[in-house]
């Protein structure tokens, strides 16, 4: 039986960022809710998304980036 410690962390890693964003969404904007009502929340809300898009479209321009360079290395 081998064990691939690159998957292991690999899966650890994508674990911890989707608890990370649903952590800041549910505890985030629920503080915010109990706090200042639901206005601020919604607005808490957007802001997330907001910030959400631009991580987005780094996180894919660097998959991209990785894809395109473990093509033209292929021997």
């Known amino acids: ?3 691939d410690l690159r998957k292991y962390a690999q899966q ?3 674990r911890l ?5 649903l952590f800041f969404f549910v505890v985030g904007t629920g503080l ?3 706090v200042y009502g639901f206005g601020a929340a919604m607005m808490g809300l ?5 910030a959400l898009i631009p991580a987005g ?3 894919l321009s660097l998959k991209g ?3 395109i360079n473990e ?3 292929r021997d």
Request: hydrophobic fraction near 60%; charged fraction near 10%; proline fraction near 0%.
């Open 1 to 3: 039986m081998t064990r």
């Open 65 to 67: 980036l990785d894809w």
């Open 46 to 50: 957007l802001c997330l998304v907001g």
């Open 17 to 21: 960022g989707i608890s990370i964003v």
């Open 12 to 14: 650890t890693n994508v």
């Open 71 to 73: 093509r033209a290395h």
């Open 32 to 34: 915010i809710w109990w």
């Open 57 to 59: 479209l780094i996180f």
